[in-house]
Structure formats: structure tokens, C-alpha cells
């Protein structure tokens, strides 16, 4: 009797974990491959801060999410026709972005570009002044020197590109992809182990089904 009833219990316990385990692997699974997507770095216009190789975690978001500052992964068609490039945000919408040759402000601001390559500022172009359409963003490389941004097509709406073209951002010190992954993982433990607490108990209750066997008496003179 009792191990019908520790039978029963397990079964139980399988019917709830396996259901919720596939509700938390499919969700924090889901939410990590819908909000968040890899990349490799291919050159070196982002040296020193990603290396050609590094491998990042891109955050997608809306244009409307953009920032100055942020490092984002930029599809221009008719500038690159290689794929998305990594680049900076230096200049959005209606700002102005003016370079001597040496510094650059913002509205006015200088810019503080600790992230720059060492020894470096604004090699390989002269000055610029540039008043950035609305909706779109003025996009440079960390390494300055080898980097082909927005300085070089200065002739095409300011050198900017449409913010519509930002497939996400690098993602930097939020816990959320490693949270959602960890959710996964956690989820498909939990399905396994419903599984195996299911199985156990429909053996335990078939083991409890099982009729005595009868020993015959011992025959008698």
C-alpha cells in the first residue's frame, strides 16, 4: 500500500515539473534567441576597444533606443557591401558634430573618447562640420586611423546613415542574457527530472500491483 501511494506522489511530481521545466526552458531559451543575437568582429575599426575575433553579445533595439556612445552593429547597403558593420554613435539627429582636425563636439560639448586607439584622435581626414539629418546617426570607428565611417562620405546626407539600419547594440554588464540562459537551462533540469520522478513512480506502481506469489504448505505425513 505504501508504495502505491509513493507511486502515486512521484507521478504527481512528474506531472507538474516536466510542464513547468518546458514553460522555463522555452521561455528563457525564447527571450535570449529574440532579444539578443551573436557577432564576430571582422577588422580592426574597433581597436582597441572589440579585437578582430572578439566574439560579442548584440542587444537588438528599436532606432528610437539608440544613444550617443553606444557601439552599434549598422546595416548600410550602399556603403558596405559586405554585411553589418560595428561602429560608434557620435552624433544623432539634429546634432552638431564638428571635428578641427583634433577634437570633436557635440552641440557645442567636446566629447571625451577614452576608448580611442592609443596616440590616436582624428587620423586620416581633416576637419568637418556636420549637422546630422533627423533620423539618421554620424557613426565612427574607435580606431580612427583604420576605420571607414561617416568622415568619408561627408557628400551623402552629411555622412550619416538611417538609425532604421541598427540591427541592436553591444550589450555591456546587464545580467539579462545570462539570466534568461540560466532560466533555460534550469528548465530543461527541471523536465528531466520530471521525467525520471514519472517513470519511477509508474514502476513503483506497477511493482505494487503485483499479485503475492502463494507458497504452497509444506506437505504433511
Not at 2 to 10: E, F, P, T, V
Not at 15 to 23: R, S
Not at 143 to 152: L, P
Request: charged share 20%; proline share 7%; net charge neutral.
Amino acid at each position: 500500500m505504501r508504495q502505491r501511494i509513493a507511486g502515486s506522489g512521484l507521478r504527481v511530481a512528474g506531472w507538474v515539473l516536466v510542464p513547468l521545466g518546458l514553460l522555463l526552458a522555452v521561455g528563457g531559451i525564447g527571450y535570449f534567441f529574440t532579444h539578443y543575437q551573436g557577432a564576430t568582429v571582422m577588422s580592426e575599426a574597433m581597436e582597441p576597444t572589440y579585437r578582430q575575433g572578439d566574439r560579442l553579445v548584440i542587444e537588438s533595439i528599436d532606432a528610437g533606443e539608440v544613444r550617443r556612445g553606444d557601439v552599434v552593429l549598422v546595416d548600410v547597403p550602399d556603403r558596405y557591401q559586405g554585411g553589418p558593420v560595428l561602429q560608434r554613435v557620435i552624433g544623432m539627429g539634429g546634432d552638431h558634430v564638428v571635428c578641427d582636425g583634433n577634437r570633436i563636439t557635440v552641440n557645442g560639448k567636446p566629447v571625451d573618447e577614452p576608448y580611442l586607439m592609443r596616440g590616436e584622435v582624428n587620423p586620416a581626414t581633416g576637419p568637418y562640420d556636420v549637422r546630422v539629418p533627423d533620423g539618421r546617426l554620424f557613426l565612427l570607428g574607435d580606431h580612427r586611423g583604420n576605420s571607414n565611417d561617416s568622415r568619408f562620405f561627408l557628400d551623402e546626407q552629411q555622412g550619416s546613415v538611417a538609425a532604421s539600419g541598427v540591427l541592436g547594440r553591444v550589450h555591456k554588464g546587464s545580467p539579462a542574457p545570462v539570466a534568461s540562459g540560466a532560466l533555460g537551462v534550469l528548465g530543461v533540469l527541471l523536465a528531466l527530472v520530471g521525467i525520471g520522478l514519472g517513470i519511477g513512480g509508474y514502476a513503483a506502481g506497477r511493482s505494487a500491483r503485483r499479485p503475492l506469489a502463494v507458497v504452497p504448505p509444506w506437505p504433511t505425513a
